[in-house]
């Protein structure tokens, strides 16, 4: 099962839960949500640039201290495990990413991808 398919089950939303996969800035997502996946994208990708200024949008976006807290755990923790099978060559599992071709053709390029 793909983390879309978990996240659509649980959420009761297939069509967000697999928009998210290919790039949550196109996803019907509440406010407090796509803050807080810019703040996930940030801490991931450019963890030097994080800074108070990151932290101070997550409350005034309505997020509690500790709440900003167990995602900033959350997000490194993933950071990590991702980075321990990359780094040892794991493949993910059938299901847990789409092909390189659906990402591109579904934004992917936005981040960085080169056809």
């Not at 983390?3 to 509440?30: C, I, K, M, P, W």
């Not at 030097?48 to 995602?71: K, P, S």
């Not at 755990?73 to 321990?84: A, E, K, W």
Request: hydrophobic share 35%; glycine share 8%; with cysteine.
């Amino acid at each position: 099962m793909s983390h879309a398919q978990d996240f659509g089950r649980e959420s009761g939303n297939n069509r967000v839960a697999q928009q998210l996969v290919y790039d949550y800035r196109t996803a019907e997502l509440r406010f407090e949500d796509r803050v807080l996946c810019d703040y996930a994208v940030k801490l991931t990708l450019t963890p030097g640039q994080v800074d108070e200024t990151d932290v101070t949008v997550l409350r005034q976006t309505g997020f509690t201290d500790q709440q900003i807290t167990v995602a900033a755990q959350v997000i490194g923790y993933f950071n990590y495990i991702n980075r321990i099978a990359d780094g040892l060559g794991v493949d993910p599992q059938d299901g847990m990413q789409p092909s390189v071709e659906d990402w591109r053709a579904a934004k992917g390029r936005d981040y960085g991808v080169s056809r």
